[in-house]
């Protein structure tokens, strides 16, 4: 969310101080989503100090057969930058989605999206790394 | 027409499909796959998705976080007790707005439970009756009961007669005169116990027309006032006086204490 792990170590740090510090108070988070949401508004308050991305309008490619082998040779900080560079809301979906743990109920829950949204957002976003993909991680024919 | 929404759900839920191995919980989000699997868009849209996902899941977890979970109770709070909940001022605040409502309703229902046809024209009438000097009007010493034929004779009324309970009562003065609804009403003032009597025209429904009717007396309140009214041939009858309904209750039959 954030592209910078010291600043996703503070927003993890302060949104699980704020937890305690409402349970010490008698007044406990709701449910598991509450984490998540606030985690999602720190993520953007953090992420809008210091350097931004500039905005930039990526192709859009349709899905290639070797993705998968494109993604492998990836590391986790190149999918990282691209995650956290992605304009919100496309960002915290890609985030959430590709964690595994959320239905897609539970996406319009924390992100307040409607499903036809979510599916928007992940679409394009799938074809703009797959046009970042061909670019980073170019395929050579065997 | 009825298919292209469901399809478009269909194609949306698909392009949200998870892309575990676990079976999605959701009833839709199964037939979404189901269906969509046979399309090889959405088999390279899951092989993409588990490809990054498995990405993700290589992220490893900074030791100082994971020092964070090693109490699992960290968010838990304290057990919220009975007390806590029923002392949150949200809760107060609600129970308060209920019992409201509550006590609002109840009031209501046991006045609707009283009123009759007329109870509004009655209660007018109290006020009329509070206000009514014996200069307003014209001396008339007679018994109550003799005055049907008058009211019939003089005013054209038919059916004001006063009922068998107040016939015997002598009377000081009359009138009659035009309500705010130009109807015509009748006041008779009694020598005893300042009573008053009034005869005024039943409520009528508004669809049929038909005089709406009610069986026996029945007791309205107003500023002090209490009348006791009968409705008898469309007309209806009201006894009143300054004071409570024991006060009339001694005029009328046991039945109605």
């Known amino acids: 969310m954030t592209g910078d792990e010291a600043k996703a170590a503070d927003v993890f740090q302060d949104t699980v101080r704020e937890a305690a510090f409402q349970s010490a108070n008698n007044e406990p988070p709701g449910d598991r989503y509450w984490f998540f949401r606030e985690a999602r508004w720190r993520c953007l308050a953090a992420s809008e100090q210091g350097m931004m991305p500039e905005p930039v309008d990526f192709e859009r490619h349709e899905l290639n057969s070797r993705a998968k082998e494109q993604i492998g040779s990836l590391t986790i900080e190149q999918l990282g930058i691209w995650i956290s560079g992605a304009p919100e809301p496309q960002r915290t979906v890609l985030a959430l989605f590709y964690l595994a743990e959320f239905s897609v109920r539970e996406l319009t829950t924390i992100t307040t999206l409607k499903v036809a949204e979510i599916a928007r957002l992940l679409g394009t976003a799938r074809m703009e790394f797959q046009s970042w993909l061909n670019a980073t991680v170019p395929l050579h024919d065997e | ?257």
Not at chain 2, 93 to 108: G, H, Q
Not at chain 2, 152 to 171: C, G, N, Q, S
């Open chain 2, 1 to 257: 027409m009825i298919k292209r929404p469901l399809r478009r759900r269909l194609r949306l839920l698909a392009s949200c499909a998870p892309f575990s191995d676990k079976p999605p919980l959701d009833r839709r989000m199964r037939a979404a796959v189901s269906r969509a699997r046979k399309s090889d868009h959405f088999v390279q849209q899951q092989e993409f998705d588990r490809a990054i996902g498995d990405l993700v899941q290589t992220i490893p977890t900074p030791p100082e976080i994971s020092e964070w979970f090693a109490n699992e109770h960290l968010a838990t709070g304290v057990k919220r007790t009975w007390r806590t909940i029923l002392l949150n001022p949200a809760v107060i605040a609600i129970t308060l707005a209920v019992l409201v409502i509550a006590v609002v309703s109840a009031y209501k229902f046991y006045e609707r439970l009283n009123t009759f046809p007329g109870a509004e024209t009655a209660k007018k009438l109290l006020v009329v009756a509070s206000a009514t000097r014996m200069s307003q009007l014209d001396p008339m010493q007679v018994e109550a009961g003799a005055l049907g034929d008058f009211f019939f004779m003089k005013h054209r009324l038919e059916r004001y007669d006063v009922p068998p309970e107040f016939a015997a009562i002598k009377t000081i003065g009359v009138r009659v005169f035009d309500d705010e609804e130009g109807q015509r009403v009748a006041q008779i003032a009694a020598s005893e116990k300042r009573l008053q009597f009034f005869f005024f025209p039943a409520q009528r429904d508004p669809k049929t027309g038909r005089p709406e009717e009610f069986a026996g007396w029945r007791f309205v309140e107003h500023e002090g006032w209490t009348g006791a009214v009968q409705q008898r041939n469309a007309v209806c009858f009201m006894a009143c006086l300054r004071g409570g309904a024991k006060d009339l209750a001694s005029y009328l039959p046991k039945s109605n204490d």
